[in-house]
């Protein structure tokens, strides 16, 4: 019998933490350098065939004493079998058979304590190349998640809230676009970093609000997403050719926000920023935030990232709602917008300009987005108008608001969140 | 105690829906279940069967015939374990939470026959 009570027990570790779809990611990497980008479907099957075999024997076996190594080798026996019978990818035979030996590490061990940390120029390539600028931003988001995060098409599809058909259609057609136009996998030449990374992090800055803002669905928060975003952003900033001053600020916001995560939501309910139980937030983001942030200072220009994040750190430094810095983030807003006039950054503002100048202020600045077509299913527009409505003593005026409010997309959470809202302000006036 | 073979029955092709995180989550489930079955003293081991292959030998009117291999099988027993119980009724109750009853088609619990060998 192959397992004795002693090996098995020893074997029963856990799995290092989303080994598999890590893995997924690396070994197509590594792949699509060899074989070429515009093999990607061959990737995928090789690296769906080699998390296969594992299902089809770990189990029976137990876990081998070096998993990666262990899809590493079945990975590249399958690109093997493949290329055979194939003429046009025959000379790959030779980087392939290296692939082994560069994986293994020194003397064969495995290196699991950089399991997490490292970032091969492989996978810096293939995120290039995922959100490269010729394909269409949601095609990004959908790629970068299926061949770098390893996600399913049915979990993205859940992921990002739209049909499957849908989702693989778009990969379909990203592929295809980049067969065609010969895109090249590398990180790209000086000249055109800056510019590249900026459609990277536009796609990493998409994939945490997908998951942070849930729009529908029951969960406030899809943890899976903006996990995948942080761990994005930290790849990137760690990685010589990308710790660019952008990078980390776009880092600094991603933790800052992350870190009030755990003191959002409770019990299925939203806990609006004013309530939130501040020792709830998670200390050592803030803390990787801060640091980050100052990383970015090295900047000559600030860009959005750098706004956004300077805003969100006002609101972690703050002691309590009320000790918050308004002023600043008004400030800080108003640069934002000069950078990028977007509605939904003019509501943010208004709702900082409330504070600094009064109910009325805020809500006379509303009146010029009040219309604007990018707003018009966006319930937190409606929500603001009633909240300042109510702050200004005009019940009747805020239940209208929260009614439209609710007429909007929303999750189950932000949908009980404005119907409690709605019946305090009707009990408040009808008591008045 | 007796010793009872766990016949594993499944699909092979069910395995390529799952996605990478369904896998890993699925195998964790396998190796839970081994470790707290040898820890308790009622593993003795398991194999894993080569896939698409075997062969049947039977005689028929013709002579000897051969069937196989069977790569075209919907089901086939992809692998065992042999435990240790002391009768059915605790060989059912240990492979009822085996993963294998809810991701594969069924386990087949077979005894080891030692009584005759104790009687002779």
Same mark, same amino acid.
């Given at each position: 019998?192959?397992?004795?009570?002693?090996?098995?027990?020893?074997?029963?570790?856990?799995?290092?933490?989303?080994?598999?779809?890590?893995?997924?990611?690396?070994?197509?990497?590594?792949?699509?350098?060899?074989?070429?980008?515009?093999?990607?479907?061959?990737?995928?099957?090789?690296?769906?065939?080699?998390?296969?075999?594992?299902?089809?024997?770990?189990?029976?076996?137990?876990?081998?004493?070096?998993?990666?190594?262990?899809?590493?080798?079945?990975?590249?026996?399958?690109?093997?079998?493949?290329?055979?019978?194939?003429?046009?990818?025959?000379?790959?035979?030779?980087?392939?058979?290296?692939?082994?030996?560069?994986?293994?590490?020194?003397?064969?061990?495995?290196?699991?304590?950089?399991?997490?940390?490292?970032?091969?120029?492989?996978?810096?390539?293939?995120?290039?190349?995922?959100?490269?600028?010729?394909?269409?931003?949601?095609?990004?988001?959908?790629?970068?998640?299926?061949?770098?995060?390893?996600?399913?098409?049915?979990?993205?599809?859940?992921?990002?809230?739209?049909?499957?058909?849908?989702?693989?259609?778009?990969?379909?057609?990203?592929?295809?676009?980049?067969?065609?136009?010969?895109?090249?996998?590398?990180?790209?030449?000086?000249?055109?970093?800056?510019?590249?990374?900026?459609?990277?992090?536009?796609?990493?800055?998409?994939?945490?609000?997908?998951?942070?803002?849930?729009?529908?669905?029951?969960?406030?928060?899809?943890?899976?997403?903006?996990?995948?975003?942080?761990?994005?952003?930290?790849?990137?900033?760690?990685?010589?050719?990308?710790?660019?001053?952008?990078?980390?600020?776009?880092?600094?916001?991603?933790?800052?926000?992350?870190?009030?995560?755990?003191?959002?939501?409770?019990?299925?309910?939203?806990?609006?920023?004013?309530?939130?139980?501040?020792?709830?937030?998670?200390?050592?983001?803030?803390?990787?935030?801060?640091?980050?942030?100052?990383?970015?200072?090295?900047?000559?220009?600030?860009?959005?990232?750098?706004?956004?994040?300077?805003?969100?750190?006002?609101?972690?430094?703050?002691?309590?709602?009320?000790?918050?810095?308004?002023?600043?983030?008004?400030?800080?807003?108003?640069?934002?917008?000069?950078?990028?006039?977007?509605?939904?950054?003019?509501?943010?503002?208004?709702?900082?300009?409330?504070?600094?100048?009064?109910?009325?202020?805020?809500?006379?600045?509303?009146?010029?987005?009040?219309?604007?077509?990018?707003?018009?299913?966006?319930?937190?527009?409606?929500?603001?108008?009633?909240?300042?409505?109510?702050?200004?003593?005009?019940?009747?005026?805020?239940?209208?608001?929260?009614?439209?409010?609710?007429?909007?997309?929303?999750?189950?959470?932000?949908?009980?969140?404005?119907?409690?809202?709605?019946?305090?302000?009707?009990?408040?006036?009808?008591?008045? | 105690?007796?010793?009872?073979?766990?016949?594993?029955?499944?699909?092979?092709?069910?395995?390529?829906?799952?996605?990478?995180?369904?896998?890993?989550?699925?195998?964790?489930?396998?190796?839970?279940?081994?470790?707290?079955?040898? #820890? !308790?003293?009622? *593993?003795?081991?398991?194999?894993?069967? +080569?896939?698409?292959?075997? =062969? $049947?030998?039977?005689?028929?009117?013709?002579?000897?015939?051969?069937?196989?291999?069977?790569?075209?099988?919907?089901?086939?027993?992809?692998?065992?374990?042999?435990?240790?119980?002391?009768?059915?009724? #605790? !060989?059912?109750? *240990?492979?009822?939470?085996?993963?294998? +009853?809810?991701?594969?088609? =069924? $386990?087949?619990?077979?005894?080891?026959?030692?009584?005759?060998?104790?009687?002779?």
């Amino acid at each position: 019998m192959a397992i004795s009570h002693e090996a098995e027990q020893e074997r029963a570790r856990k799995m290092v933490d989303h080994l598999f779809r890590r893995e997924a990611g690396r070994i197509a990497a590594t792949l699509t350098r060899i074989l070429g980008p515009g093999q990607l479907d061959l990737v995928d099957d090789i690296v769906q065939d080699a998390l296969v075999q594992a299902l089809r024997v770990w189990p029976y076996r137990g876990l081998p004493d070096n998993p990666r190594a262990w899809l590493i080798k079945v990975a590249r026996n399958r690109a093997l079998d493949r290329l055979r019978r194939s003429s046009t990818l025959r000379d790959k035979e030779e980087d392939l058979k290296k692939w082994i030996s560069q994986s293994r590490g020194e003397a064969g061990q495995p290196r699991e304590s950089r399991f997490v940390e490292e970032l091969s120029d492989d996978q810096l390539a293939m995120i290039f190349i995922c959100c490269h600028p010729e394909l269409p931003p949601a095609s990004r988001v959908a790629l970068t998640l299926k061949t770098v995060c390893g996600f399913s098409v049915p979990e993205i599809a859940r992921a990002l809230l739209s049909a499957q058909p849908t989702v693989a259609q778009r990969l379909v057609r990203a592929k295809r676009m980049i067969k065609r136009k010969k895109l090249p996998f590398q990180v790209p030449p000086p000249a055109d970093l800056a510019q590249r990374l900026d459609s990277v992090l536009e796609a990493v800055y998409l994939l945490f609000n997908e998951g942070y803002a849930a729009h529908s669905g029951e969960a406030l928060v899809r943890r899976d997403l903006t996990g995948e975003a942080l761990r994005l952003i930290s790849l990137l900033s760690a990685h010589p050719l990308t710790s660019k001053p952008q990078v980390h600020a776009l880092a600094a916001l991603l933790c800052l926000h992350a870190s009030r995560l755990p003191a959002r939501e409770e019990d299925g309910q939203i806990v609006l920023l004013a309530d939130q139980e501040r020792s709830r937030w998670d200390r050592r983001l803030i803390e990787q935030g801060s640091r980050h942030l100052g990383q970015a200072m090295r900047a000559q220009a600030l860009s959005r990232y750098h706004l956004q994040a300077a805003i969100a750190a006002c609101h972690v430094a703050a002691p309590g709602y009320a000790q918050t810095d308004w002023k600043k983030i008004l400030d800080l807003y108003d640069a934002l917008i000069e950078i990028q006039p977007s509605p939904i950054f003019r509501l943010n503002r208004a709702v900082a300009l409330a504070f600094v100048e009064g109910v009325e202020a805020g809500l006379e600045s509303l009146l010029e987005i009040e219309d604007n077509p990018a707003l018009r299913d966006y319930y937190l527009l409606p929500a603001t108008l009633a909240d300042l409505h109510r702050r200004a003593g005009r019940g009747r005026e805020a239940a209208r608001f929260y009614r439209r409010a609710l007429q909007c997309p929303c999750s189950g959470p932000e949908r009980r969140f404005l119907e409690r809202k709605l019946k305090q302000v009707e009990g408040a006036s009808s008591r008045s | 105690m007796s010793k009872f073979l766990l016949l594993l029955h499944e699909e092979p092709t069910a395995a390529s829906n799952y996605s990478p995180q369904q896998m890993q989550d699925l195998i964790q489930e396998y190796v839970d279940w081994s470790a707290r079955m040898a #820890q !308790a003293g009622h *593993l003795l081991g398991g194999q894993k069967l +080569v896939e698409g292959e075997g =062969r $049947i030998v039977r005689q028929d009117d013709e002579g000897l015939v051969v069937d196989g291999p069977f790569s075209e099988t919907k089901e086939v027993i992809g692998g065992f374990f042999m435990i240790e119980a002391d009768d059915y009724d #605790q !060989a059912v109750q *240990l492979s009822r939470d085996c993963p294998h +009853v809810r991701y594969g088609t =069924r $386990i087949e619990i077979r005894e080891i026959d030692e009584r005759h060998q104790e009687e002779e």
